[in-house]
């Protein structure tokens, strides 16, 4: 029998418009365009906004996710012969989540392997190789035998898509990024199980946040999009969990790329012991390893040990970075020329009784420390430090900014004051 016709991008584009289910082939058609450069920005910006509003069915959200994820390269592993489980985890985003740079090398000392393909930041969250970025030498594009040499050694690596692993994903996240059509479901299981397909996980946990500072910003959300995920993910073959984590507050007390690689530092040096970024860390890290096979009772041990903090200076060594990058986070991570404190407008006396995180995030945009479009340049030196929590007085700080210039100061302190909530 002769294969159906070949579909013209405009006519994908239409009949997702018009609310039809695509077949598993005209997704691929579509999918082989964006790699090849048939399908143009636009093309799939509007792909992007018909499914926003028309949704994708169980078949399709399949059929997006294993397109995406052979588009290019995947990724194979022994895990008998590395001598431990494959696995990773991956966030749907929010303010001040630094977990991966904490979570990979504790998983690692604990005989865990993480080949993690991370992203960069969307809307008001942060991404995770945009913090990489802020660690001279450290190149979040290397070659994937390399990747996965580092891996096999040091039990994880972190890099970003390249050319070769899930391409199409690299693509449509971008666009999705800046024309609005991030909150969607299916278009949001695609782009991250696309990655962790083509990494060749054994196992996936999935953190959903929910909140003010999430995509998900209810309960009912995040349940809906974990639901999605683990179908998708273990109908594709890998094991796919998840857990729904809050996101009302930033999660560090920092948000900003240079000043959430220090925090996570700080903390692999066992410099903070507590606050809501090692709770959820050590939260992940123990469902991970009772999935996996790993005991979860040697994970505080390696923190404490500084067995994680020597896996992730290591790693950062074979990645390009500075031999002695732990020891010596003055000497590399890039500061901002600003530091000053925003405090409460006149008037606003009590407490602090809420926030939207969001806004908060936001703010790191204004400084600069975010895109407001495809391409623009991140200042890895800026952001927001020591927030003001649920329960605070107004007489302390909402937060401490590390701005580049006085405009970009004064717009995200204007931000951060309307974003919170008071109560005499």
Avoid at 6 to 28: C, F, M, N, Q
């Amino acid at each position: 029998m002769a294969s159906s016709r070949k579909l013209l991008p405009v006519e994908v584009i239409r009949r997702k418009r018009d609310g039809l289910v695509l077949s598993a082939e005209a997704i691929g058609q579509f999918i082989d365009g964006v790699v090849s450069g048939d399908v143009t920005d636009a093309q799939i910006a509007a792909f992007s906004m018909a499914t926003y509003f028309q949704g994708l069915d169980p078949t399709e959200r399949t059929a997006i996710t294993r397109a995406m994820a052979l588009s290019g390269r995947t990724l194979q592993w022994d895990a008998q012969r590395l001598g431990g489980p494959v696995l990773d985890k991956h966030s749907t985003g929010g303010v001040g989540d630094a977990v991966s740079l904490i979570l990979a090398p504790l998983l690692a000392a604990v005989g865990g392997f993480v080949p993690m393909i991370a992203g960069r930041g969307l809307a008001h969250t942060g991404g995770t190789i945009d913090k990489l970025e802020a660690i001279p030498g450290y190149n979040v594009a290397i070659d994937l035998a390399s990747f996965q040499a580092i891996v096999a050694r040091h039990g994880f690596a972190i890099c970003g898509q390249t050319a070769d692993l899930a391409p199409a994903d690299a693509r449509m996240y971008a666009t999705r990024d800046v024309t609005a059509t991030v909150e969607q479901n299916g278009l949001i299981t695609a782009s991250i199980l696309s990655k962790k397909l083509a990494a060749g996980l054994g196992f996936l946990l999935m953190d959903i946040k929910t909140g003010s500072g999430a995509f998900m910003r209810t309960r009912a959300e995040a349940e809906s999009l974990a639901e999605v995920i683990c179908a998708v993910g273990n109908a594709a073959g890998m094991k796919t969990e998840a857990m729904i984590t809050p996101m009302e507050e930033p999660l560090a007390d920092s948000a900003g790329n240079a000043l959430e690689v220090r925090e996570a530092v700080q903390i692999l040096r066992g410099e903070r012991t507590d606050g809501p970024l090692l709770d959820v860390t050590l939260s992940l890290a123990e469902r991970m390893c009772r999935q996996s096979g790993l005991d979860p009772a040697a994970l505080q041990a390696a923190l404490t040990s500084g067995a994680a903090l020597e896996r992730f200076a290591r790693v950062v060594h074979a990645m390009g970075g500075p031999s002695d990058f732990a020891d010596n986070l003055d000497a590399y991570l890039p500061q901002a020329p600003i530091v000053r404190a925003v405090h409460a407008p006149v008037g606003a006396e009590g407490v602090v009784t809420g926030m939207d995180t969001r806004e908060l995030g936001l703010a790191v945009v204004d400084l600069g420390g975010g895109r407001k479009r495809t391409g623009d340049p991140i200042d890895t030196r800026v952001g927001c430090l020591d927030w003001a929590r649920e329960g605070d007085p107004t007489s302390r700080h909402l937060a401490v900014l590390h701005a580049a210039d006085e405009a970009s100061f004064e717009l995200a302190a204007a931000r951060i004051q309307s974003a919170y909530r008071f109560t005499p």
